[in-house]
Each structure stands twice: as structure tokens, then as C-alpha cells.
């Protein structure tokens, strides 16, 4: 009879002790979940929450660390993640940030997931902070302050007399044409886009320097991918067409995509236009 009793005494223990354990884990998973944190699975949604909640971030994306990011010494030891389930539920960030274009449908319900969208001008910037902020509870005195530099370009771009003529170039010989992010860029600096085409584009080296820009827009030439595809670098005719013009250097971190840093690089171009007079 006493072996009895005492075995279930000791179930009993067990029992209470197994209730124990999965409450206090549960109420841990509950405190990080009401305590928000972030991760980002891309280039883009890094410069965004860097600049919005850095304070809240838990992970940044797998490029975090590459010579593209604004992470800084410290945020650069920050754990990685990318777009896959097992990895993001790991993380234990009770938000998400993916990508433009990226989805994931089998996340549970509990973590918050916010899509990026993609776009090509300063009106990207506004509604993909506002998502997030809206998500994390922000403040938006960070917006209202990128609010007033967009004005402040806008305004001195209308005010400019004479627009200079620009021409991007990309390490890799590509170009940007209208409805571009860059063209906005060029646009709210002051600037003309010499390129009429459509999108993103590739021209030809003997195309290229049939151009005749007053300012040419460089980027990743310092910061950029080392490939065979750096035309740009290697192609030595491009390279005396650079040279011979007034030439700013935008580094690509600041535009991997319409993002915060896209304000930074039309403020660079239109220092530029007005160091030509």
C-alpha cells in the first residue's frame, strides 16, 4: 500500500513538474513575442529597418555583411536569415520582413509578416515605411524627417535654372532610364536623365559614348561584385569616357533598392550639379 501511494505521489510530481515546465516556456515564447523584434531576409528590408528600428532588430538578411549593407561593425555580427521556414521560426522575431516578392505561407499566424513592395520612386519609400512602423508601433518622426529632405529636393529642383544633362553607369556598363528609381533620383536632384529609354537597360560601349552628359552618375565601381561582367572597369574606352567628364560616385549601398538611402543619393547628385557652376 505504501509503494502504492508513493508511486503516485511521484507521478503526481512528475505531472506538476511537466505543467511547470511547458507553462513558464510558453509564457518565455509569449514575453518575446509581445516583445517586438525584427528580421530581415533581404538587402532592401536591412537598409529600411536599420534606419527605422535598429533597436529592434534581431536578425538582418544573409547580405548583411557584404560591402552593399549600411550595417555597421556591430550590427554586421548580428545572426543571418533568409527566406525559409525553418530558419525564419528559429529566429524567434516576432516579425518578418521579407522581400519584394518574396512570400511565405507557412509561417504561423502569431509572427507578423510584412512584405516589402517594389517600386521605382520616392512614393516606395513612404508606403514601405509606413508598413512597417505601422506593424512595430513606431514613431513616425523618422518619416516626417525624410518627408521634409524630399520637399526640400523637390523644391531647390524647381527652383534650378539650368537642369544638367546626367547619365548613370553601373560597374557592370548598365544604365537606368525613365521610371527608374535612379531617374527619380536625377529628377528631385535638380537633373535630366539623358537616357529615354524605358527601365533598366544595357547599352552597347558604342552606344555608351554617344552620350554627351554635363554629370555621369557612377555606382558599385568601388563597392560593387569584382566579375567579368564589370565593363564599366575593364573596357578601356568606357573607362576614358568617364574620365572625361564630371564624374559622382553614389555608393550602391545607399540604393540597393527605393529605399531610405535613395533620399542620401539624390542630396549626393544634386551637391554634384552644384559644384558644375
Known sequence: MIFAISNIIRKLCTCILLCFTSAFILSIETIALETKSIASTSLCGDSYILALAPQKISHLSWQSRSLLSTADDRQKKLPQVWNDTEILLNSNASHILLGSGETNNKLPSKIQKIELKWGESFETIRSNAELIINSLGLEKDIVDNWEERIRTLHQNAKNRKVKPKILYLSRSGSSAGVDTFVDAAIKYAGGVNIVKNTGWYKPDPEQLI???????????????????????????????????????????????????GLIQASEKIAIAIDNLS
Request: net charge negative; glycine share 6%; charged share 20%.
Open 210 to 260: 554617344k552620350y554627351d552628359p554635363d554629370l555621369i552618375i557612377t555606382s558599385y565601381f568601388s563597392s560593387g561584385y569584382e566579375s567579368v561582367e564589370a565593363i564599366a572597369v575593364r573596357n578601356k574606352v568606357i573607362e576614358r569616357f568617364i574620365h572625361s567628364h564630371p564624374v559622382v560616385e553614389i555608393e550602391g549601398s545607399l540604393w540597393p533598392c527605393a529605399g531610405p
